[in-house]
């Protein structure tokens, strides 16, 4: 079983920054392909960035150049750096834990942003 916890969500107001994060415990953190998704009010949940164990990485078109996805094996943790946000980036954030045959998800961290 594996446990995923965000934190970093918040308020924020239009034009700034936030960095999630995402602690796995009970298992092995580096054989998992890493995800950040999100999902707003009455919408679908997206896609925002994945990382690979090589720290290959993947962006939706709508965060590309404003977020960083990374991920510290040693630390068992995946970042998300946010910049430049704004009021469309209003969403729960998900981390999600996936190899083919297994995927988990965190309970979500709320992001507001404020215009």
């Known amino acids: 079983q594996v446990q995923l916890v965000e934190s970093g969500g918040g308020l924020v107001q239009a034009g700034g920054s936030l960095r999630l994060s995402c602690v796995a415990s009970g298992t092995t953190f580096n054989t998992y392909v890493m995800g950040w998704y999100r999902q707003a009010p009455g919408k679908q949940r997206d896609l925002v960035a994945t990382?690979?164990?090589?720290?290959?990485?993947n962006y939706a078109d709508f965060v590309k150049g404003r977020f960083t996805i990374s991920r510290d094996n040693a630390k068992n943790t995946v970042y998300l750096q946010m910049n430049s946000l704004g009021p469309e980036d209003t969403a729960v954030y998900y981390c999600?834990?996936?190899?083919?045959?297994?995927?988990?998800w965190g309970q979500g961290t709320q992001v507001t942003v404020a215009s």
């Open positions: 990382i690979t164990r090589s720290k290959w990485t």
């Open positions: 999600k834990a996936e190899r083919p045959t297994t995927i988990y």
